[in-house]
């Protein structure tokens, strides 16, 4: 099973990329995906999620209203579309699955990485001013 990102590269300080998560091996049914962005010398930071079982979704406060996730079951990828860039969105961009809903009551602790069991490598996105 492997997840695999794309659409990463160079954007300008407003503009737009979209980043896709593709699954192989498996499908995203029932999965919860996230996002997550790690700029060099900072930590990890979760991006955004959405569980595939009832499309809720997640986002970091530093994204709200810039970046939408969704998810498309017939090509059982998932996009992270990026708004109003800002050069602070440099960073490597990488999708997370879990197979299951994130845990009851705690649905914070999608932002920490630490419920997601599979990786993607990444896709770097550079956002020039």
């Known amino acids: 099973a492997q997840l695999v990102e794309s659409g990463g590269g160079l954007g300008q300080a407003g503009g737009s990329l979209r980043l896709s998560c593709a699954a192989s091996?498996?499908?995203?049914?029932?999965?919860?995906i996230g996002w997550f962005r790690q700029a060099p010398g900072k930590e990890r930071e979760g991006v955004s999620c959405?569980?595939?079982?009832?499309?809720?979704?997640y986002y970091a406060d530093s994204v709200k209203g810039r970046s939408t996730i969704t998810i498309d079951n017939a090509k059982n990828t998932v996009q992270q579309q990026m708004n109003d860039l800002k050069p602070a969105n440099t960073a490597v961009y990488l999708c997370?699955?879990?197979?299951?809903?994130?845990?009851?009551?705690?649905?914070?602790?999608?932002?920490?990485?630490?419920?997601?069991?599979?990786w993607g490598r990444g896709t770097q996105v550079h956002v020039s001013s």
């Open positions: 959405i569980s595939s079982s009832d499309g809720d979704t």
């Open positions: 997370a699955a879990r197979r299951s809903s994130l845990p009851e009551g705690r649905n914070f602790l999608w932002a920490s990485g630490y419920v997601f069991a599979s």
């Open positions: 091996g498996f499908t995203f049914d029932r999965y919860t």
